[in-house]
């Protein structure tokens, strides 16, 4: 367990884990600013105590936050690659189009329009808060690896950072426009694949 004075016991990882995840949906919901060893108590149910044996500071409670964060998005993409991995075969690699959604799905967190803003607004936030964005900079190694298994498994020859990047600027442009998020970002992904126009 890093951080903390906390034990390493599993019951002790499990409480650990349940206040990092009171963290992470503070900081999704409310923002980086939001977060405070008062506050995820309250989120978690938990006393106040607990925070602060759990996590020696503010900043360690930022970084547990970020790998939270982090995991829910790449758990997500494993999940979308899952799905494209039992449907697919060789012989039957999916239309642009269709390859573009299933990409846009693992780049992006699941739920609906708002849910993807506030993704977008936390990712924007940490990089005001160096230990969140030292949190989800490690992670992200995780989820371009998961795009890029994507990538590979819907036959794009294409690279899963321009993939993300493409994503990444289709949803701002959605979501500033208030048009409809996915759609876009895919329409726009579409254009680069093989075969694109």
Known sequence: MSGGAGTTTAKGERRRAELARAAAAIVREEGPGALTHRAVAARAGASLSATTYYFTG?????AAAGEALVATWVEHARTVAA???ARATPATQPARERAAHLLVSAVLPPGDDDAVRAHYEHLL???RVP????AIAAGRHDLDAVVAEVVRLVGADVSPALVVAVVDGAVVTALTEQRPVRASAAALLAQVLPGGS
């Open 58 to 62: 503010l900043d360690d409670l930022l």
């Open 83 to 85: 799905q494209v991995a």
């Open 125 to 127: 936030g940490a990089g």
């Open 131 to 134: 230990a969140l964005a030292r």
